[in-house]
């Protein structure tokens, strides 16, 4: 079976600080991906990556960046948290072809104070 | 930019009912709909999935009824259980892109004794 680990499942951040949420898959996959997670609004998209190095902005990548320097690791970075970015933070992994969906992490609930 | 609707947000069905989820989507570039049950503090799992050549697909007590016309689709649960208990997501997928899922807003299951 596919695992992808986050690294952290709960966190409590300061505003303004640079928060690193980290994401390792073990699959050999070379599509990662970051949602967020809120009540009401589903699963958004923040950045995807098709493979090393590359990345490319989702639906709402306001306020993040990521790095993907290795393949089996994708980070999502907060640059300066705030308080409107205290969600559920998911990473899933793909591999290329039809027919084929996500494998999800357990994800990191993040909160800003 | 919502391009999957989910409906009900909440449902709330006895043990041994059917449960009914409904989906509509607006891209009729996608080719694969995959639903997701999230259970909490886990991530999305996939559940089942069908393509827009088959009209529904069953998986022991779980169904989908795809209407390619209407672009809708939805998940039926017969028998449910209180292990049902979730949340469900559907979603959408054009797999000659950028492999990107575009989710539902999600329903919340509860299955009562």
């Known amino acids: 079976d596919v695992k992808v680990t986050q690294s952290s499942r709960y966190l409590v951040k300061r505003t303004g600080e640079k928060v690193f949420l980290e994401c390792v898959q073990d699959?050999?996959?070379?599509?990662m991906f970051w949602y967020r997670q809120d009540p009401g609004l589903g699963l958004r998209l923040i950045y995807f990556s098709y493979d090393v190095k590359m990345k490319e902005k989702g639906d709402i990548p306001e306020g993040y960046s990521v790095s993907r320097e290795k393949k089996e690791r994708f980070s999502l970075i907060l640059e300066s948290a705030s308080t409107n970015q205290t969600s559920m933070y998911l990473c899933?992994?793909?591999?290329?072809?039809?027919?084929?969906?996500?494998?999800f992490g357990s994800g990191t609930r993040l909160t800003v104070v | 930019q919502q391009q999957v609707k989910q409906s009900p947000q909440s449902l709330i069905v006895q043990k041994g009912g059917i449960s009914i989820i409904n989906c509509a989507y607006e891209n009729t570039a996608f080719d694969y709909f995959p639903w997701y049950q999230q259970f909490p503090g886990k991530g999305p799992a996939l559940l089942i999935a069908?393509?827009?050549?088959?009209s529904e697909k069953k998986e022991g007590r779980f169904t989908i009824s795809f209407n390619k016309s209407a672009k809708q689709f939805s998940l039926h649960i017969m028998d449910s259980q209180p292990g049902d208990s979730a949340t469900y997501f559907c979603?959408?997928?054009?797999?000659?892109?950028?492999?990107?899922?575009?989710f539902g807003t999600g329903t919340r299951l509860q299955v009562t004794l």
């Open positions: 699959m050999d996959h070379e599509n």
């Open positions: 979603a959408g997928l054009n797999t000659g892109t950028a492999s990107k899922l575009t």
């Open positions: 899933a992994s793909r591999t290329p072809g039809q027919y084929r969906g996500y494998t």
């Open positions: 069908i393509r827009p050549d088959v």
